[in-house]
């Protein structure tokens, strides 16, 4: 994943870069300069390995399956899973 952020103007006073720094975590040397409309501005460039979908699809599914509203519900068996229908299964690919 890549995020881009927006920093102030390369001419902005010393305490501005520096709180700007201190959001991002970076230092000034790794900040990148633009130019733009009014000047040149820093930009902070971070990237965050990303998770392969079946990570996050196996962390989030159970909780939306639990937790989804229906109107009317019905549970399977002696569980107390309640579905539109008796779920017996599922699949994600």
């Given at each position: 994943?890549?995020?881009?952020?927006?920093g102030?103007?390369?001419?902005?006073p010393?305490?501005?870069?520096?709180?700007?720094?201190?959001?991002t975590?970076?230092?000034?040397?790794?900040?990148?300069?633009?130019a733009d409309?009014?000047?040149?501005?820093?930009?902070?460039?971070?990237?965050k390995?990303?998770?392969?979908?079946p990570e996050?699809?196996?962390?989030?599914?159970?909780?939306?399956i639990?937790?989804?509203?229906w109107?009317?519900s019905m549970?399977?068996?002696?569980?107390?899973?309640r579905?539109?229908?008796?779920?017996?299964?599922?699949c994600?690919?």
């Amino acid at each position: 994943m890549r995020e881009e952020r927006k920093g102030p103007a390369t001419t902005a006073p010393a305490q501005a870069v520096e709180g700007f720094l201190r959001s991002t975590g970076l230092t000034l040397d790794q900040l990148e300069r633009r130019a733009d409309k009014k000047g040149e501005t820093f930009y902070a460039v971070v990237e965050k390995p990303g998770r392969k979908a079946p990570e996050i699809v196996a962390e989030v599914l159970e909780g939306v399956i639990r937790t989804f509203p229906w109107p009317k519900s019905m549970r399977w068996g002696n569980g107390s899973l309640r579905w539109v229908r008796p779920l017996q299964g599922s699949c994600a690919s």
